[in-house]
């Protein structure tokens, strides 16, 4: 087996299998989130790059979701509020041309 780390941008014709991929994966309640139901279009078209496949040949054996954070000061004071935060930051972010550093 030869493993390869390919970025959803590199192969966007598998995004339905990836997300069949991720839905099997993630627990019930995160299917029903409001934020990822919100944002989670948006920040798959923003952010392809950041949204990795293991793949064996033409197989998805994992996927990563991941999206890109500026945030300056004290990682000890990140808000409570956590994944949800994140990802809506992420996209408000790049709507607003704000790039992380």
Known sequence: M???????????DLFETQDEVSEEA????????PIAHKYWGRFIDAFK?????????DEIL??????????EGDLNNLPDEGWD???QK???????GIRPK
């Not at 992420?90 to 607003?96: A, G, L, M």
């Open 2 to 12: 030869k493993y390869k780390i390919i970025t959803l941008a590199e192969r966007f």
């Open 26 to 33: 993630w627990s019930e309640f995160m299917l029903h989130d």
């Open 49 to 57: 790059e950041f949204q990795l496949m293991l793949m064996d040949g």
């Open 62 to 71: 994992a996927v990563i979701n991941s999206v890109p954070l500026s945030f």
């Open 85 to 87: 935060w994140g990802v």
């Open 90 to 96: 992420s996209v408000d972010d790049f709507d607003s």
